[in-house]
């Protein structure tokens, strides 16, 4: 059996952490606030958003607000009257499609530092208007449910874990093993003004596998850009997931 440990923190807490006859363990961990939280999906209530465009890029006045004419960065097919080609829209940078940063009329500043606080008055001036939330708060738990799932479909669950650190024990020679986990979106467990709409899972650090005495440190998702499950490098010695990344414990 092989023994893998590796470090990991969760979505709703800061960043990610990784993989093990093999046992593992791992350092776990997501992005801001709440650490070690996860989502519980809530539905979203039906609206209706129209759209407003006009040959170029313009500023628009709407009931004292200054605001924006509609800009196609390339998400055109996602409207309901839209004679869409194709499932997903394309988002390649083409003469059909514009960018914020060429054709925009005003500058597109997603900032937490500027956003929040426009934001939190917005928010304010609805309380003082008596203006009721659409949609309760978000039901927050603690659990990340880390564990390896097998090709086969086994799920192997922590032989134990502690401050972020987890081992698995799984069967010798197991190949095609998958990091699992709730994941959540830091633009709905923080707040919207998060410009973050990933859906994390864990943010996996150092991962180390043992056969018998022998110890060595298996970290591929730290130095391979393009792995299944995983998001880009971080900027430190961790890397989120996607709730089911691929793992390695040989």
């Known amino acids: 059996m ?36 996860a989502l519980t999906a809530q539905p979203w209530p039906p609206c209706r958003v129209p759209r407003c465009a006009s040959a170029a890029s313009a500023r628009l006045l709407a009931e004292g607000l200054t605001t924006e004419s509609y800009l196609d960065t390339g998400n055109c097919a996602n409207f309901a009257n839209n004679a869409a080609t194709a499932i997903r829209p394309s988002l390649r940078a083409d003469a059909a499609h514009k960018s914020w940063a060429k054709h925009a009329a005003a500058p ?6 500027v956003v929040e606080p426009v934001w939190a008055m917005l ?45 698995f024990a799984a069967p010798a020679g197991a190949g095609g093993l998958r990091l699992l986990s709730r994941t959540a979106r830091l633009s709905e467990t923080v707040g919207p003004f998060v410009d973050d709409r990933r ?28 792995l299944p499950g995983w998001f880009g490098v971080e900027d430190g010695p961790h890397r989120w997931t996607d709730g089911r990344a691929a793992a390695h414990a040989k």
């Not at 590796?6 to 992005?31: D, E, H, I, K």
């Not at 597109?108 to 530092?113: F, G, K, Q, S």
Request: with cysteine; proline share 6%.
């Open 2 to 37: 092989t023994c893998l440990g590796l470090a990991a923190r969760s979505s709703n807490a800061g960043r990610p952490a990784a993989r093990g006859r093999a046992t593992a363990a791992a350092n776990w961990s997501p992005r801001p606030t709440r650490s070690a939280q």
């Open 108 to 113: 597109l500043c997603v900032e937490r530092t």
């Open 123 to 167: 928010d304010a001036r609805a309380r003082r208007l008596g203006v009721a939330a659409t949609a309760a708060p978000l039901a927050l738990v603690a659990d990340p449910a880390l564990r390896l799932v097998t090709e086969q479909g086994l799920q192997i669950e922590p032989a134990r874990s502690s401050s972020g650190r987890y081992v």
């Open 199 to 226: 859906a994390l899972g864990v943010l996996v650090g150092k991962v180390a596998v043992w056969h018998g005495q022998r110890r060595h440190v298996v970290s591929p998702h730290l130095a391979t850009a393009a």
